[in-house]
T-cell receptor
Framework: NAGVTQTPKFQVLKTGQSMTLQCAQD?????MYWYRQDPGMGLRLIYY???????DKGEVPNGYNVSRLNKREFSLRLESAAPSQTSVYFC???????????????FGPGTRLTVT | RKEVEQDPGPFNVPEGATVAFNCTYS??????FFWYRQDCRKEPKLLMS???SGNEDGRFTAQLNRASQYISLLIRDSKLSDSATYLC???????????FGTGTRLTVIP
């Protein structure tokens, strides 16, 4: 059971280049999320998908697009990268903790992206 | 105003010390509360949920004050392995997503 996996782990892009960050989970969770984490800003939600076939904007969606390919996979695309998109990107999925009906988000290991 | 505010620290404490972190949230519709732990260059992981009556998990105690919109985390008998950043997290009623504080950095010194 790998949990949440992300590829790539590191990436350097030039301004204007495009790329897709991949995320997959094997826990059969319905909800999946993309966050970015910047120093002094905390994690901020970019997009989320409550279930297969649906996506919604989060707090900072500009410059990004997402695809919920199937229940397992949720990808994040940068069409024209900008230096302001230099960040650490985390994918997460939400599922039951198995304790008293609680839920938590399980995070992938992150992608460190630098845009020059 | 930020949804969740935390003192960023850093807190540097000796082994065996007791340390407390505080957090405030701005939206009274917030319904669920959590503390996550994040090690350096790693992903966040759930430390504990925070219940209205307060809850304890070993050396960790979490408290919620809904009237003051305030959450706390107490760590007793600090260990070197407790060194990490602690994230205060809330979820609004009916919402799917979480709001994260910027985190409080703890270093436990031998």
């Amino acid at each position: 059971n790998a949990g949440v996996t992300q590829t790539p782990k590191f990436q350097v892009l030039k301004t204007g280049q495009s790329m897709t960050l991949q995320c997959a989970q094997d826990m059969n969770h319905n909800s999946m999320y993309w966050y970015r984490q910047d120093p002094g800003m905390g994690l901020r939600l970019i997009y989320y998908s409550a279930s297969e076939g649906t996506t919604d904007k989060g707090e900072v969606p500009n410059g990004y697009n997402v695809s919920r390919l199937n229940k397992r996979e949720f990808s994040l695309r940068l069409e024209s990268a900008a230096p302001s998109q230099t960040s650490v990107y985390f994918c997460a999925s939400r599922g039951s903790t198995g304790i008293e009906g609680g839920y938590e988000q399980y995070f992938g290991p992150g992608t460190r992206l630098t845009v020059t | 105003r930020k949804e969740v505010e935390q003192d960023p620290g850093p807190f540097n404490v000796p082994e065996g010390a007791t340390v407390a972190f505080n957090c405030t949230y701005s939206n009274s519709a917030s319904q669920s509360f959590f503390w996550y732990r994040q090690d350096c260059r790693k992903e966040p992981k759930l430390l504990m949920s925070v219940y209205s009556s307060g809850n304890e998990d070993g050396r960790f105690t979490a408290q919620l004050n809904r009237a003051s919109q305030y959450i706390s985390l107490l760590i007793r008998d600090s260990k070197l392995s407790d060194s990490a950043t602690y994230l205060c997290v809330v979820r609004r009623a009916g919402a799917n997503n979480l709001f994260f504080g910027t985190g409080t950095r703890l270093t436990v010194i031998p």
